[in-house]
């Protein structure tokens, strides 16, 4: 509390005024006062009358300027550790002219500490003085380490970051997070004001806001951000942050972010994923996909608006899939099984993450090591590798269950491609080259029985079902995934759809399938393997249904629409005209919803199928409101913002990739919504520069 007088205290001054209109009357006390001034002797009991003059005795005594700097001290310790923890760190830093074990009984009395953010404080620290388990005092654990802080006005500060200790449960609370090396740690219920980007640096909570919306809005990368933050505050050499911790800050602040907001939606239960070590964040990130695979990111009526419900929101869906954004995988080749029964329409990949630098994930790796050394597993030389071989079908690299083969070498336009340098994730092999990367290894792998969803792990083999379908959904309906899965039906070929099969030296995924909203909500998006493949997008659409028809009666499901610029395909597929292989009524819900083609791509076909029972015009019947209104291209509209980011996201691994893309689907729908409760239309990339929602 700072101490105002309203004059010079002259021998017959009779009040004093204190802050916030605190006015003290001395009257007799005056004696006492300059008693106090004169030899700064304390008052025998501790009372806030008394602590009231020895405040006012100090600043006679002192100076104003010693009184203030030590209660802005005072403010810029925690207060919610525990007493002995706080005494010991504000006598540490006091170097003023009076002891603090004298004089902070008595100012304590009259100034109560303000809670301030970590900016404003010397120290950094867990943000309770008491154990969650036990509720005892914290205790003092490892002397304080220097770390920097930056602020949100641009300035590099140093701080002192303290960690305090449970002794009796063993439980170590950090700035961020809490726990112990056993148990592992995780992130505290409330967001702290900063992020722990690497254990000396911290980044404002206002700063990585202010980094994530350059990068939603403005496609803007860390190396970007870090560039033009330090060139915007001048900073020198010695206070520029590198790329690399603004790259963890901003992955850290997303994982803590996503944690609160699963915990806010109920999907988890106390903070849910536990860190043994910084090394889990790709852990943390498949924890996060496995659930994400599951369920639709929610749109409540709250968010919704007139104009975004006039565009059909809630009535019409679009899906289709975008094929810019892309990551490597694995490129060991795996037949996927499931129930012993080959999944003859769908793509024989293993999706795992490769390791650095390497061709194959970690765990064909030490298969191929164990199984044939000769054969590098690091990307250049397994290439390389395969390039020197002769070109002779006949000749295998190495031995692999079942008999199977790695098979041909590339043709010898790649080769000429590859010796010129160029990109070996984006070069071409032609219509009749066959990438040896497609076709390199071949291995069974069956859907485990048992596994719970989130569970997967990146040391062994994963199929594409588990990352499109999940887990539980496959083992809940199994049935229905493998009549889903069998050979199609053969139709003539009148309606061609590109389905983006590319062949490249590196393996890499095909793009993302999406389902929108009219509004330009994402509601669900799944990763697709080697071509936008009428398998992949059916079962994908299957899981999407079997998790929106849960808040609709099956009464309405005929009033569902969903577009689709391939949907003739789908609809001539044999598991599409019957019933599916689940619980009633979710065995008809493919046979009940209105199935159309958007318009588009309309167009493009030639079917009377097509000009008829799957045209939009349809919609016009069901729901004449939207005659004039509706918006069948929403995922196309979407698909020009999304696409922006392909920069950003096809530079990143796998699991680094898929958790970016969420938290951009998260970050959008969020501002979405925050536009239609605000009645403005949210500002999108167009074509020609234009709105395009």
Not at 77 to 100: A, D, N
Not at 233 to 239: E, I, M, P, V
Not at 290 to 308: F, I, M, P
Not at 473 to 483: D, L, Q, S, Y
Request: proline share 5%; glycine share 6%; charged share 25%.
């Amino acid at each position: 509390m700072e101490l105002k007088m309203e004059d010079q205290v002259p021998s017959t001054t009779k009040k004093i005024k204190l802050t916030e209109n605190a006015v003290i009357h001395v009257g007799d006390e005056l004696t006492k006062i300059q008693s106090l001034v004169k030899e700064m002797q304390f008052p025998p009991a501790c009372s806030k009358d008394n602590a009231l003059i020895m405040l006012i005795a100090c600043h006679l005594k002192f100076g104003r300027e010693v009184v203030d700097s030590f209660c802005l001290l005072m403010d810029s310790i925690p207060t919610t550790w525990s007493p002995s923890i706080y005494l010991k760190f504000l006598t540490e830093e006091w170097k003023g002219p009076f002891c603090v074990e004298e004089m902070y009984p008595w100012i304590s009395k009259c100034h109560v500490p303000e809670v301030r953010s970590s900016e404003m404080s010397i120290y950094i620290g867990p943000p309770t003085g008491k154990c969650y388990d036990c509720s005892a005092w914290l205790t003092y654990h490892n002397p304080p380490t220097k770390v920097t802080y930056v602020s949100c006005r641009g300035e590099i500060l140093k701080k002192k970051k303290v960690t305090l200790r449970c002794r009796s449960c063993d439980i170590n609370y950090r700035f961020d997070m809490y726990g112990s090396r056993k148990n592992g740690y995780r992130f505290y219920e409330e967001p702290r004001d900063a992020i722990s980007a690497v254990d000396t640096v911290f980044i404002d909570r206002i700063v990585y806001s202010l980094q994530w919306s350059f990068c939603l809005h403005s496609w803007v990368s860390s190396e970007g951000f870090a560039e033009s933050w330090s060139e915007a505050f001048s900073h020198s050499k010695d206070d520029r942050i590198d790329r690399r911790v603004w790259q963890k800050g901003f992955w850290w602040g997303e994982i803590e972010d996503e944690l609160h907001r699963l915990k806010a939606e109920n999907e988890i239960s106390d903070m849910g994923y536990r860190f043994k070590t910084k090394g889990d964040m790709d852990e943390c990130m498949v924890y996060i996909d496995g659930l994400r695979q599951q369920n639709k990111y929610v749109h409540t009526e709250a968010d919704c608006s007139k104009e975004c419900k006039a565009r059909g929101c809630g009535k019409l869906w679009t899906t289709d899939g975008l094929w810019k954004l892309r990551f490597p995988h694995c490129m060991f080749h795996v037949q996927n099984t499931i129930d012993d029964v080959a999944t003859v329409n769908y793509p024989n990949v293993c999706t795992n993450q490769p390791e650095p630098y390497g061709a194959f994930c970690s765990y064909h790796s030490q298969y191929v090591h164990e199984t044939d050394p000769d054969i590098p597993v690091k990307l250049r030389d397994f290439l390389s590798y395969e390039l020197k071989k002769p070109n002779n079908n006949d000749d295998a690299v190495g031995d692999v269950p079942n008999g199977e083969q790695v098979i041909s070498p590339l043709e010898e336009q790649s080769i000429e491609n590859y010796k010129d340098g160029q990109s070996i994730g984006e070069v071409t092999t032609g219509k009749e080259a066959v990438s040896s990367v497609e076709q390199s290894l071949d291995v069974s792998y069956e859907v485990a029985e048992g596994e719970k969803e989130s569970s997967f792990s990146i040391d062994k083999a994963t199929s594409p079902l588990q990352e499109q379908s999940g887990q539980s959904f496959i083992h809940a309906n199994i049935k229905c995934v493998t009549e889903l899965l069998s050979p199609p039906e053969k139709t003539p070929a009148l309606c061609y759809k590109d389905t983006g099969k590319r062949s490249t030296l590196r393996r890499m995924s095909r793009g993302i399938q999406v389902v929108v909203r009219a509004g330009g909500h994402i509601d669900m998006w799944t990763p697709l393997y080697v071509s936008e493949s009428n398998g992949q997008v059916f079962l994908f659409i299957i899981t999407w249904l079997y998790e929106t028809l849960q808040d609709i009666q099956p009464n309405e499901w005929g009033k569902v629409i969903l577009c689709y610029d391939n949907m003739c395909q789908l609809v001539l597929m044999r598991a599409g005209k019957k019933k599916l292989g689940l619980p009633p009524p979710y065995d008809e819900m493919w046979i009940r919803i209105t199935k159309l083609i958007d318009t588009l791509h309309v167009r493009n076909h030639t079917r009377d199928m097509c000009k008829n029972e799957l045209h939009p015009k349809k919609i016009d019947e069901i729901y004449p409101e939207l005659k004039d209104t509706k918006n069948t291209q929403c995922a196309e509209q979407t698909f020009v913002y999304l696409g922006r980011h392909w920069r950003i996201a096809n530079s990143m691994p796998k699991y680094h990739h898929l958790f970016y893309i969420h938290r951009i689907c998260v970050r959008r729908n969020c501002y979405l919504a925050t536009c239609n409760k605000q009645g403005r239309r949210p500002l999108l990339p167009g074509r020609k520069g234009k709105i395009v929602l």
